[in-house]
Every structure is written in C-alpha cells, then in structure tokens.
C-alpha cells in the first residue's frame, strides 16, 4: 500500500506523535486503518499498549483483548458502581505489581475495531486508569487512540442488557462513553480507498455506508443478482453469510461432496491460548479439491499469499498440503503456522513494555471456505464473493459484506437488496457528521502541539504532589508522634514552609514565564532562550530540593501502633518517591534538555521504579545514583548497544570538554541522538555528516572538523 503521502495518515501520525489529544482514526473499509497501525508499532516513539475488543481483533492487531488486560468481567458496567449490572461479578481492579507499573507508564492506549467496544466498556477502562494513575483526569491522563469505522460491525447488547444500560447510556457505542464525552478529542477521517479501484462501484459503497440508499444505487448493486449461481470452483468464489451455522452447513456440505479420502490435521497447542481467539479449526479437515481461505499473510518473506487469499487444495497427505492461489495460480507447499496469545509485562532491564508469549497456536493457516460470516471476513479481501445479505440483522453488516470485494463485477448477490437489508442506526449518522467537525486544521494541530508541549513541560515543573505528600506525612507526625518526635516535627514544618515559598510558589511565577515565552515563539522546541530558561529552571529547583532530600534522609520515626506504623510507613515512601523521582528528572533535563517524548519515556521509567513504598535512602548519593542507572537504562532502551564504543567515549569526552569551554549543558554542544548517529553510520565526510539527524548544516558548520578528526582517529586506533 502507498499511502506514505497520505495527508490523512500525516495528520494522525502528527497527532499521535506530537500532541497528547484523544483520536478517533475512522476511515471507509480499505482505507489503510491496519496500515497505520501497523506502523505505529514500529515506529512510534510513545510506550503503547495495543488492545481489541474480542479474541480474534487482538490477534489481527497484534494486542490482547480489553478485557483479558483489564482483568474485567463480561458482566455490564454500570458508571460509578464498583458491581456489575447483574450484581454478582465485581469490578474490583485489582492487580499485580507489574500490571500497575505498566498502567501508570504507557503513553499511549490504543483501541482498535472501536466500533465494537460498547459505552460502558469503554467507561469500566476510564475507571482502572483513573485508579492507578491521575484519578482527576479520564483514562487516567493518557492518550486514547481509536481506530475503527461506525459503519460497520456494532457492539453486541443482549434485551436484558441494554434494560439496564439505557438508563446511564443513549446508545451502546463507545461516543457515548461518560469518560470520553469528558474529554476534548479529534477525530481524523481516512478516505483514500486502497482495497477498491472501481470509482463507480466505490461510490455505491460509499451511499451504503452513509445510508444514502436510492433507488439507482439499489438497481445498480441489483445488478449483481444472478438467480442460481453456481460457479465453477476454479472461478473461486467465496459465499459470505449472516449465521455461523450456515457457514458451517455450507462447507460441510461442499466438503462431503468432494471425493476422495479427507485428511484431518491436529492443532498443537502451547501454554494459554482461549479457543474464543482460534483463528482457525484446530481439527482442520481437507480433501484434494478443497476451496480453502489463508488465514494469515506469508512469513516466509516470498509474498505468495496473504490473509483472505482463496485457492484449492491441489494435493493433501499426511503432514503435506499443496494450495493452488487463484489470484496467481502460484502452487504452494503450505506449511503450519504460529499464532501467539501474549501479554503485556516490563522487561527487567529495560523497563519498557514488551509483549510475553502466554501460549501458542500452531496450524496450517488454512480454514475451508466456500463459506465465512460476514463478521469473520471484517478486515478480508476477496476478488469474487457471493453475498447473502438478505438476512442482515444488525447495523453495517451489509455494507461490511459488500466491501470486501474489490470490484462490482466481482460481486454476486445471492438475492436482491432491498433497504430493509441495510440497516444503518440514526444515532451513528448523527456522531459521524458532528466527529467530522473536530477535525482539525493546521492551526487546531500547532495549538494541540504547543498544548501538549507546555503540559508536558508543565509535569516536570509541578511540585503540587511532593507538597501534598510533604503535609500528610507532617500530619501523621503531629497528630501522634509530636511528643516523641518534637524536634523532627518542628523540622519537617520548617522545611514544608520553605518548600511552598522556595519551590511551590516559585513553580507556579515560573509556569507564566514559560508558558509566555513558548505562546511568542514560532519555533519554540529549538528557540535558544526557552531552553536555556528550562535548563536554568532545572538547575534551581534542583538544587532547591536538597534540603528536602537531606531531610528525609535523617528522618527516623517509630512508632509501636500497627495503624499508624503502616500509615507512617507510606507517607515517608510516597514523599520519598516524589522527591527522588523530581530530582531524577531534574537531572534528566539539566544533562539531555527537554524533549516530551523521551522525559515522558525517563517519567514512565522512573515511577516504575518509585511506584511501590520502598525503604527511604539514607542519602542523597543513592538517589543521584539511581538517577544515572535510570537514565542508562533509557538510553539502551531506545537504542540497544552502542555503536562503536571506543569512538562513543572519545565524542563524549570531546562534548563534555567542549561544553565546559563554552559555559554551556553537554546537550547544547550535541544531542546524544546525534553521538549514538554518528557512531551508528561513521561519517567520513561534511556531506555524510550533515545527513545524521539532529547535526545538520550548523552542526557541520561549528564542529564537523572536530568530529570527522575524532572519527579517523578512531578508526586509525
């Protein structure tokens, strides 16, 4: 698919990657949803986590389910009500260490197939992450991509269901989730087609899908009716049906039929794999002249088929089936499979968030298919379909069945359309034309940037809940400790008191100065003057903090009461936690200056590591200690070991002594992006030099003699 200038594409991918705005990602089918994502979790610098809203989604999108993360039941949730609407299962949330350390540092939370992920869903995700992260702010305060299109399949609400959700919910789909109708988000329509080339037939689709239903349209796919219909099997068609039971029927049929003897072949199954996420038979039975539909695209590299691929079995023994492509008439020697059911955990040396493989599926990816529901071949493309869309009974079903095709001509109805078969929801029409208007312009996105810049810029510098932690441990202290403990109570109110004047009310004239500056300057991530001021800023609240550090490190309370022992306990961890993570970060940004993504990336790390209560250190080399670790960390997560290590030693000596000479921070000299870069390709020349990112033509202009004698140095060594 080209869709590398697609500006749709450009403008989600900005807005996921430079802003911290909720997206809607919708587009017609074919319109590369799949792509972008995709790409996203190659590329994207943002710590995701990739989520769907059944079995068989997950697998396709790479991710788990909704509620297989979330631990939640299938029950209904109701809003603010900590049981299920049947009033058995609860909503307890609660999870392991590693579970909670992943919530509190993803970025990014993607939700794929949103159009089936109903309201209350939606809301139950709202309530976990407020739990584990800011409670004050929907989803926690991260970022919610949803990728999905309202125009096809619906979320599943049983009568009884809906009896109780109408009452907190006007529709069951996600827009009128409480949380989200909360919150500010954009929405961006992806409409350039790449499954369909036909244009006529793409504009039928199109008055489908938008319920634009005429009497010319209906006569037009009517067209494709063509009473008794039976193909040649060499032709390939594949029949599309509203019921899993006649799928089933169909193909048992047409199987029995075939003669010759029938070949079954036997899933292995590894660990935790739930048969709701199957994406094929696990008793796989075929016979020579099968039709068959590839489940999963080609990984042998060659390309020969892909997902929604039909052919016919040319031959079938024990352990050996051949498939003969009807797009290509390619035979291949198919051969077994791996599927994998994986779950988010933290690497342990990393921190970042991987996936870990729970259990595995092996099979050859085949399925019989002279049948599939049409809720199966969501996400297929087929070049010749026989659709039984007369028996439609929920919102986008015939529209998800005509869109798999890719042209009209290959296309057969197995009855004539009439409105009734397209059934559209009002309510759908209504959202989508009022979603179309929060798309935003070019000066909507630079606002969103420079939102997201100031707010993140804004956590760095926001001391509210050291202070917060500061009072309740003071208070603990004077409510029934005072007597044991005067001295170190007249302390800790000296320092809270301090703390407010010195940090708390200075942050707060600082936030007007910064946030000034960045509304008057055009190019406010590179201007000189904001940088130095946020570097200065860094320096003062650090140095700032040292009182505070010290203190805690002399702090010594005991107390013989159980209850207030435990509070005690977790009162001096939570300060703990603040003032050393504060100073971490504050270290981060005096020594690499400010980029929101990687200090969100360095805060996700460092509040994994401060998340649980954890004895106080003792002093503050401990803490500058595990602030470099950290940091370390960071840099191997997002570049793996470095290039050339000798030549990596010498340009950081040379920037360290550079930045010296000048008076100015290491990074100002030279980012370490551009060090692991230049280590990585080994420029020998100004033109090769200038080509690493984040050097450029200044960065040539002031230092390239210096770093091309560095690199031949190194390279003579």
């Known amino acids: 698919m080209k869709a590398e200038h697609n500006a749709a594409m450009e403008l989600a991918r900005e807005l996921v990657e430079t802003t911290g705005t909720h997206l809607f990602l919708t587009g017609r089918a074919g319109t590369g949803k799949t792509t972008f994502l995709r790409r996203l979790k190659s590329d994207c610098p943002k710590r995701m986590v990739v989520l769907a809203p ?49 919530i509190r540092s993803m970025d990014l939370l993607v939700i794929d197939e949103i159009s089936m992920v109903r309201a209350d869903l939606l809301d139950a995700v709202d309530a976990v992450m407020r739990r584990y992260r800011d409670r004050f702010k929907p989803f926690g305060g991260v970022q919610l991509l949803m990728i999905g299109d309202l125009r096809q399949l619906a979320p599943v609400v049983k009568d009884d269901e809906w009896q109780l959700l ?81 799928a089933h029927d169909i193909n048992a049929d047409e199987l029995s039929r075939l003669p010759g003897p029938s070949f079954t072949f036997s899933a292995r199954i590894e660990g935790k794999f739930p048969e709701y996420s199957y994406p094929t038979d696990p008793q796989l039975e075929l016979k020579r002249g099968a039709q068959v539909m590839f489940v999963k695209n080609d990984t042998s590299g060659e390309h020969r088929y892909c997902n929604g691929t039909i052919g016919e079995v040319t031959a079938v023994a024990k352990g050996m089936i051949e498939v003969r492509c009807n797009d290509s008439g390619e035979v291949v020697d198919v051969k077994p499979e791996e599927w994998a059911n994986a779950r988010y955990v933290l690497d342990d040396s990393s921190r970042e968030i991987r996936e870990e493989i729970d259990g595995v599926f092996v099979q050859y990816p085949l399925k019989t298919a ?73 000066v909507r996105l630079d606002t969103l940037r420079r939102t997201f810049y100031i707010s993140t810029l804004g956590s760095l510098f926001d001391f509210a809940s050291a202070e917060t932690a500061f009072a309740v441990l003071t208070r603990i202290v004077d409510e029934h400790l005072y007597r044991l403990y005067p001295r170190q109570l007249a302390a800790l109110k ?11 009310a200075v942050a707060t004239r600082f936030a007007l100065q910064y946030t000034r500056l960045i509304d008057a300057s055009k190019h406010y991530e590179d201007d000189p003057v904001i940088r130095q001021r946020v570097h200065a800023g860094a320096e003062y609240f650090k140095e700032q903090l040292v009182p505070a550090l010290v203190l805690m490190g002399k702090m010594r309370l005991e107390t013989d009461n159980k209850e207030i022992k435990k509070r005690l306990k977790d009162a001096l961890a939570e300060l703990d936690m603040q003032l050393s993570v504060k100073d971490a970060l504050l270290s981060y940004i005096i020594e690499t200056g400010f980029s929101p993504v990687d200090f969100m990336r360095q805060k996700a790390l460092l509040a994994i590591d401060g998340a649980a ?101 190194a390279e003579d060594a």
């Open 613 to 713: 209560p954890s004895a106080v250190k003792k002093n503050k080399t401990a803490r500058k200690s595990k602030s470099e670790d950290t940091l370390k960390q960071t840099v191997a997560a997002d570049t793996g070991d470095v290039d050339n290590p000798q030549l990596y030693q010498k340009l950081t000596e040379w920037r360290r002594a550079e930045a010296a000479r000048l008076g100015i921070p290491a990074y100002m000299v030279l980012q370490q992006k551009a060090l692991l870069g230049i280590c990585r390709h080994v420029p020998r020349t100004a033109e090769m030099l200038s080509r690493i990112p984040y050097i450029g033509k200044k960065g040539v202009e002031k230092y390239g003699e210096d770093i091309l004698r560095i690199v031949r140095e």
């Open 166 to 246: 109408s009452r907190y919910y006007d529709t069951p789909y996600f827009f009128s989730s409480s949380a989200l109708k909360d919150t500010e988000y954009c929405t961006v329509e992806l409409t350039e087609v790449y499954r369909q080339s036909d244009h006529r037939f793409l504009e039928l689709l199109n008055s489908i899908r938008e319920n634009r239903i005429t009497p010319d349209v209906l006569a037009s796919l009517n067209s494709r009716y063509i009473p008794d219909f039976h193909p040649s099997k060499d032709e390939g068609y594949i029949r599309l049906v509203t019921h899993n039971h006649t």
């Open 54 to 102: 059944t079995g068989i989604a997950a697998i396709n999108a790479g991710g788990v389910t909704i509620h297989s993360f979330f631990q939640l039941p299938f029950a209904p949730y109701l809003p603010g009500n900590s049981f299920a609407a049947d009033g058995k299962v609860a909503y307890r949330f609660r999870f392991g260490k590693e579970k909670i350390n992943i």
């Open 370 to 442: 002279w049948a599939i529901t049409i809720h199966k071949s969501q996400g297929l493309t087929f070049d010749r379909a026989i659709i039984d869309a007369g028996g439609a009974f929920a919102h986008g079903q015939t529209y998800v069945a005509l869109s798999r095709c890719r042209t009209l001509e290959g296309l057969v109805l197995s009855m004539p359309l009439t409105e009734r078969a397209v059934i559209t929801d009002s309510k759908v029409e209504t959202f989508t034309r009022e979603a179309r208007q929060s798309t935003p312009d070019a």
């Open 494 to 504: 000296a320092e809270m008191e301090r703390f407010k004047e010195n940090i708390t």
